[in-house]
C-alpha cells in the first residue's frame, strides 16, 4: 500500500483488540467505552487503521461526518 498523500511505501497496519475498554477526548467530550465506528478508528473492541510513518497521514476518506461522541448531550 502507498500512502495516499506522500506516496511513500511505509504505510503501518495498526490492529488492537481492546476489551471494551477505548478512550477518546474530543474538545471538553469523552468517552470511556466501546471503539467507535464512525470515527475511522475500527469499531467495537478493535482499532483498525493504516498510517503513513514518513507523513503522519491516516488514510481513508476524510472528512468524516460528526462522530456520535460529538452530538452527545453534556446531561447525558
Known sequence: ???QKCKSNRVA?????CSD?????????????YVPEDMGIG?????EFD???DCGQI????PLPTSSLEETNEEE
Open 13 to 17: 497496519s495498526v490492529q488492537s483488540h
Open 59 to 62: 488514510q481513508g476518506e476524510f
Open 1 to 3: 500500500m502507498k500512502c
Open 43 to 47: 469499531g467495537g473492541d478493535d482499532v
Open 51 to 53: 498510517y503513513c510513518l
Open 21 to 33: 475498554l477505548c478512550h477518546i477526548e474530543i474538545g471538553d467530550k469523552e468517552s470511556n467505552d
